[in-house]
């Protein structure tokens, strides 16, 4: 009997589709496809073959950008107008790989500075760097799938990805849309699998490049079992720390912030969660950010109004009113929200002075809750801002320049954003955690980088100098 995995709508929780599982001897039929396909250099695919297939692909999405707009907002939740931005975003990134493409290059190696050296020339070559196996999210149904294989396909290494299981119908169009652009049978693959056959293929020898975006749980007890020589990046989540001057400008701050939390219900691994503010505008920065929140709309995802969607699956708003009430139970003043909309929705909250031993405090949320701190000292708060093992983006707002620098020189973050929220990205800066947040750096150029590797050539010849 086949298994399948039942795709539903997290707002209605209505059946959108159904997608075979499949069994080991299938995934290892394509893992087998993909190690061949680059163990044979003679079917490598050149690079003006894949600078026109994607190209294809850009001028295929760009004609669907409506439909993979509903497709993402009806499997993800994230609401349409914030669905149709990913998408173009998505767009985009196949753009930035093709443009990277001819910037993949060696350099040369100087010789000559001992007698054993002359005669000789050497330089690098960069290949792609074999079969990459890539795990993605529910967060960014389309866009992650892209920055998880368009990299790999723009450097000529066969891909398989692994969709998260709630959201596989975006990656399944994508598929397609490949297929349509001309891209060679094998060379991008799709696997809907269980997690124990997952872990099998991602900690196969064959797999020499592994790309996963998830907790941080299930990240790093792969990382442990990969095979020797597997390379890999782990994008985790953090608590997105941002420090609040007392000069800090409020009439830009506090739509950012709303945005930064808020966004996609707070299910983003860098949504602004903890706010520290100085003690002397803090009740301020609180009361204006719960009046904010409290205007959001919230519902479904697929009306243009909506501001703030659902948590992708039930249990996950269970989660977050717990972890809510335990906070207030033990002294966190409530400014907004705190309750369950429906099953599947939980309304924006801001939570004022929650104690740091409160799950809000120590564990990154992923839903719509903001917590406020109030602090006297900036480098008391720095401290306590670095305290945790997370470390991913951070903010700070203020006017005064120095002081600005002085939080981004301090605070151990992968990025920190001035006069910003935690949640800005563009594709191809440098994203990713560190300690505890993940290994490896994402961003459609650092990604291609990471999917290659150098190799070393030296030409002996009495005519070089």
Aim: charged residues 20%.
């Amino acid at each position: 009997m086949i298994r399948e995995l039942k795709v539903v709508n997290p707002y209605t929780q209505a059946e959108l589709g159904r997608i075979p599982i499949e069994e080991w001897a299938e995934v290892d039929k394509k893992l087998a496809v993909a190690h061949n396909l680059f163990l044979k250099r003679d079917n490598w695919l050149p690079a003006y073959e894949r600078v026109e297939i994607l190209e294809r692909v850009v001028a295929i999405m760009q004609n669907r950008v409506e439909e993979l707009t509903k497709l993402s907002a009806s499997e993800g939740g994230k609401p349409y107008q914030d669905s149709k931005v990913e998408i173009n975003r998505a767009i985009n990134g196949v753009k930035l790989a093709i443009a990277q493409i001819g910037n993949l290059k060696g350099e040369q190696v100087p010789l000559g500075q001992t007698r054993s050296s002359v005669n000789r020339l050497a330089f690098t070559l960069r290949e792609p760097i074999g079969a990459v196996v890539s795990v993605s999210a529910f967060n960014h149904p389309l866009n992650l799938i892209i920055h998880q294989t368009v990299p790999a396909i723009a450097v000529g290494a066969p891909v398989i990805v692994k969709p998260a299981s709630t959201t596989p119908l975006s990656c399944r169009a994508f598929m397609e849309i490949l297929e349509e652009a001309g891209l060679p049978s094998g060379w991008c693959q799709m696997v809907i699998c269980d997690q124990e056959t997952a872990e099998r293929m991602v900690t196969d020898r064959r797999v020499n490049y592994f790309s996963f975006i998830g907790s941080g749980e299930v990240g790093w007890h792969l990382r442990s079992q990969l095979a020797p020589g597997t390379r890999c990046a782990l994008e985790h989540g953090g608590v997105a720390p941002v420090i609040v001057a007392g000069d800090a400008d409020l009439r830009e701050m506090i739509p950012e912030l709303i945005k930064g939390g808020f966004y996609h219900a707070g299910q983003v691994c860098v949504s602004v969660q903890k706010i520290f503010v100085n003690e002397m505008i803090v009740k301020e920065v609180a009361e204006l950010l719960a009046e904010s929140a409290a205007k959001l709309k919230v519902g479904d995802p697929l009306d243009a109004a909506t501001e703030v969607g659902p948590l992708i699956l039930p249990a996950e708003v269970d989660r977050v009113e717990a972890w809510v009430n335990e906070a207030v139970e033990m002294g966190a003043e409530l400014l907004c929200g705190g309750r369950r909309i429906s099953d599947v929705c939980y309304a924006p909250t801001v939570l004022l002075n929650p104690p740091a031993e409160a799950k809000v405090s120590k564990l990154e949320v992923f839903g719509p809750v903001v917590c406020v701190y109030s602090y006297q000292e900036r480098e008391k708060v720095i401290l306590l801002a670095n305290s945790l093992p997370y470390a991913f983006q951070a903010a700070v707002y203020t006017q005064n320049l120095d002081i600005a620098l002085d939080t981004v020189n301090r605070l151990n973050a992968s990025a920190v954003m001035v006069n910003d929220h935690t949640a800005f990205r563009v594709d191809w800066m440098p994203f990713g955690g560190r300690d505890a947040s993940g290994i490896g750096v994402g961003g459609i150029p650092y990604s291609m980088q990471e999917m290659t590797r150098e190799k070393l050539v030296v030409i002996k010849s009495k005519s070089i100098k």
